[in-house]
DNA sequence: TGACTGGCATCAAGTCCTTGATATGGGTCA
DNA sequence: TGACCCATATCAAGGACTTGATGCCAGTCA
């Protein structure tokens, strides 16, 4: 039997999607030194980010824009509660559903963090320059866009 | 007591690094169900592809290349080669290490596996065009070099 | 009105990965 | 040669997240 010939190219790794892997994975390693500091998992922050800027959202549409389940949000939310950074209130119409809202104390630890996480954004700006920034926000939205086509 | 002004600018989740982490999760949610076809975890695919990239590869340098703990790569490992995908070989001079290699039969399952997710590469590359794919992978190699300052 | 459908939340069990600690072997330097 | 240091690999325990199953509630349709 012969080995049938290798599809694999060598590039492979050098293509887009690997480079977006490495470049992720570098930034959140970077990030989470700096959000330890204020006590907050880079999960825990993306979550504070997110009630911040969305206010009353509940927790299945939470964990779809944070790319994990329904169950990991509850649990996560569960621990902000008990550490007084999040709160639960009920939907005013639909009994079931929980609405979720900063504590002030959450928009302390939140504004905290972000002093610290900023100054990452900013080298990534800095070293862009404002026109490449924005290019890049664009070429990833392309890249999103391509990959919404796929359902 | 006054509340401290609001530090975190509105436009917080439309800041490079958001736009990165989204773009990231949707393709590893794209590529998922392409990979479990074949009966692979996308971290499964990571390693094989590494491996066959990059032969002899230990595991501890896996780790680092991976973003994950050298632990975590030994019990991927462990899987991986009681499933015959991959193998261990001593190193012939540092006898405490091991090299690792692609079967005959890991090797064809990484091709099958990047036959099905290829196509998602290919659906990102051709949104993109050859001109704007290579811009986005310099821009990425930039934010990594921005990054890389940090320590 | 009552049955059906769909979305949200929670409980339970299992998987994957992490941190911490330990053993082993090679390289360096006195 | 021997002591020290560093890197790899493994064992153990804990944490975070997943899938699967269940209950609950609002809206829809016959």
Chains 1, 2 share one sequence.
Not at 59 to 88: D, F, N, P
Request: charged share 25%; hydrophobic share 40%; no cysteine.
């Amino acid at each position: 039997m012969s080995q049938p010939p290798d599809v694999i190219p060598e590039q492979a790794l050098q293509r887009v999607g690997w480079a977006l892997r490495r470049a992720d994975l570098t930034l959140q390693s970077a990030k989470e030194p700096a959000l330890r500091a204020v006590g907050l998992s880079t999960a825990s922050y993306s979550l504070l980010m997110h009630v911040h800027v969305y206010p009353g959202l509940n927790g299945a549409e939470l964990g779809r824009r944070l790319g994990v389940s329904t169950q990991a949000v509850a649990l996560l939310v569960t621990k902000l509660e008990a550490g007084g950074l999040v709160e639960r209130r009920a939907h005013p119409r639909h009994r079931n559903i929980q609405e979720l809202y900063l504590t002030d104390e959450g928009h302390r630890t939140l504004q905290a963090a972000y002093r610290h996480v900023g100054t990452i954004e900013d080298k990534i700006t800095d070293a862009l320059g404002p026109e490449e920034a924005q290019h890049l926000r664009d070429l990833l939205d392309t890249v999103m866009a391509a990959l919404a086509d796929t359902e």
